[in-house]
């Protein structure tokens, strides 16, 4: 999606969630200019700049999937849901992956990590849970 495309979906999105007291930027491609432009405009922009992986922070994430402590709403009421489930099962071969993406970026930061942080320090703190874990995946 071009820049001026992203400002109005951001936009657009800010409008119909204003409950959304935080919105995760990617300081990547057009996230350091996207927060420039709309910073006086809309609150809550957190740039983020990512240190590992897609496949890394899916895996962080996927015990509290695997246990089941993730809830969706049911398809019937939420028509995204199908379409989320099913890139989500097929990350990372699915032709697109930004549910997948956003989804792992949204429960890491509810995840209290061994650092003491809210964020993908997770990761980053000494814990091998997620190297472990990717070397007996088959991607």
């Known amino acids: 999606m071009d820049f001026p495309t ?60 695997e246990a089941g402590n993730v809830y969706l709403p049911d398809p019937a009421a939420c028509s995204w849901v199908s379409e989320f489930i099913d890139e989500v099962v097929q990350f990372p071969k699915a032709k697109h992956d930004n549910c997948a993406d956003c989804m792992s970026m949204a429960l890491l930061r509810f995840q209290v990590s061994r650092c003491g942080t809210f964020t993908e320090d997770y990761l980053d703190c000494g814990n091998t849970f997620a190297d472990s874990f990717i070397s007996r995946m088959e991607w």
């Not at 057009?30 to 990512?50: D, F, H, R, Y």
Request: no cysteine; aromatic share 2%.
């Open 6 to 65: 992203t400002i109005r979906a951001v936009r657009s999105l800010s409008a119909k969630h204003p409950d959304a007291f935080a919105k995760i930027v990617e300081e990547k491609a057009n996230g350091a200019a996207l927060i420039a432009t709309l910073k006086n405009e809309i609150t809550g922009l957190i740039p983020v700049n990512l240190q590992t992986s897609k496949e890394m922070r899916i895996m962080a994430v996927s015990p509290e999937i």
